[in-house]
């Protein structure tokens, strides 16, 4: 018998990775509360779009997705907004696609069950108000947009993971840092972190069930702070960053902890002293800088300095072990002079990234920066990126040839069959896809030991040491 087409649903994300484990928590609160998910937007009765709005080209991603299945409109289907540009947009989401018929942000996922109840049944609660309905056939619109100073946590009590090897936790969410050109502290609120107590035991839950490695997640993950016994009902020793990650680290089953993305600000020598002494704690850490000028990270309120910068590059290139270091970058901010952004090429010779995630600047509503003279014309910067990205290229080629006949462990992720190898992911984040003789064929979710034999600027090559 088919299910009823108004209780599957089709979730699309954008964005990043905390926007990756949203949907999982998504997918989870729909999966409990009986609907059923669906490969295709066709076959849905509820379209949902998990989104982000960091950058306006991704933000205009999912307006245009929503335009492309208006036609949908008469079979029935409602359509939903989910994260950050829900958050930022508001009830404005309705009258620029009139037939949506829910906008909820991120701390609200925990009020889902309720809001799923009002869609169906074409009935708000007491004291919710309706939001004017313009031409729409949805019969209701219902809205979650959670306050920025809300103090509610963002636990959600069911989540479907996409990944049975790999898992996400959110340890702390919104942004305190306010950065000149940043959305997120409008769109995720100010930083709420979890308790260690809580962290802990999802990730012994998830070591039960056969997961071993874990990222924890955060807008600045490292900006975390333990609110054991601040809050009602809440006890235990406060934990510090660096000491949850390695009290994750020695959670039995788990052989690997990432975390991202770190703010510079907050980034202390304890996470490279725990890096160096709990080795289940991979040896990546992806800490932007946007850009090497100083005048150009004091415009961007980023509250650091370039020496500031270099030194916590300086404390992880005196590990013991060996730290892979990545980055973003933000070119033609407004202002930014031919020597600052000679400055910028000059700090990714200096400190050597594995990898750099360059963007050009995309003004965001509601930020600072909108506000400052000198906008660089886009032709300008896409010149800039595509200076930064062959310079970025140039160093990784270089970097990864010393891996070349070094052995690592991988988990193994898949098969490529069209290339007949498997895909694997180092400690460090490098992809090093591999060979294996058929009879040594490896189990995705396993580790194993790789000799990588090619280099590219992006990955590396090599095959299983039996």
């Known amino acids: 018998m088919s299910a009823d087409p108004h209780k599957t649903f089709y979730l699309e994300t954008f964005g990043c ?43 205009q991603k999912v307006f245009n997705r929503l335009n492309d299945y208006k036609k949908y409109q008469k079979q029935g289907k409602k359509f939903g907004v989910l994260g950050c540009v829900a958050q930022q947009e508001g009830e404005k989401i309705f009258e620029r696609a009139p037939y949506v018929s829910l906008v909820c942000g991120s701390a609200s996922y925990r009020n889902l069950p309720q809001m799923l109840i009002q869609l169906e049944t074409g009935k708000l609660e007491a004291g919710k108000s309706e939001a004017p309905k313009p031409e729409a056939r949805s019969p209701i ?47 995720r609120g100010k930083e709420r972190s979890r308790t260690s107590e809580s962290v802990l035991a999802e990730a012994r839950q998830m070591a039960d069930l056969g997961y071993t490695e874990i990222q924890l997640l955060g807008q600045n993950v490292n900006s975390y702070k333990d609110p054991a016994g601040d809050r009602p009902g809440k006890s235990g020793d406060k934990k510090t960053f660096a000491e949850l990650l390695a009290a994750v680290g020695e959670v039995p089953g788990i052989r690997r902890v990432r975390f991202t993305t770190s703010h510079p600000r907050d980034f202390g020598r304890d996470i490279v002293e725990a890096i160096d002494a709990v080795p289940t704690l991979c040896d990546h850490v ?22 500031q910068y270099l030194e916590r590059i300086a404390w992880m ?7 892979s270091i990545t980055s973003d970058i933000i070119v033609g901010f407004p202002g930014e002079t031919e020597e600052d952004f000679a400055e910028t090429l000059s700090l990714l010779e200096e400190v050597g990234y594995d990898a750099v995630f360059s963007f050009k600047y995309s003004p965001r509503p509601n930020t600072p920066s909108l506000a400052l003279e000198d906008a660089i014309p886009d032709q300008e910067k896409a010149r800039r ?80 040491v039996l």
């Open 17 to 59: 990775q905390m926007n990756v484990h949203d949907s999982e928590k998504v997918i989870g609160t729909l999966l409990h509360e009986g609907y059923r998910q669906v490969q295709t937007v066709e076959e849905a009765g509820l379209v949902l779009y998990n989104t982000c709005s960091i950058r306006d080209k991704t933000e």
């Open 141 to 187: 619109r219902v809205t979650g947009l959670d306050d920025r100073e809300t103090e509610d946590c963002f636990e959600t009590e069911f989540t479907a993971r996409s990944n049975p090897h790999r898992g996400y936790i959110t340890i702390i969410e919104g942004c305190d840092k306010f950065c000149s050109y940043c959305v997120v502290p409008f769109t």
């Open 286 to 307: 992806h800490l932007p800088v946007q850009s090497g000028s100083d005048r150009v990270l004091n415009a961007m309120q980023r509250l650091y300095s370039r020496e």
């Open 317 to 323: 290139k005196s590990a013991k072990r060996e730290i």
């Open 385 to 464: 990126l595509e200076i930064l990205m062959a310079r970025q290229r140039e160093i990784q080629i270089t970097r990864y040839k010393k891996y070349i006949g070094t052995i690592s462990e991988v988990m193994v992720e898949g098969r490529n069959e069209a290339r007949a190898q498997w895909i694997g992911r180092t400690s460090q984040n490098k992809t090093l896809n591999f060979t294996a003789p058929e009879q040594a064929a490896p189990k995705v979710g396993t580790y194993v030991p790789v000799r990588a034999t090619v280099s590219f600027p992006n990955s590396l090559l090599g095959e299983l």
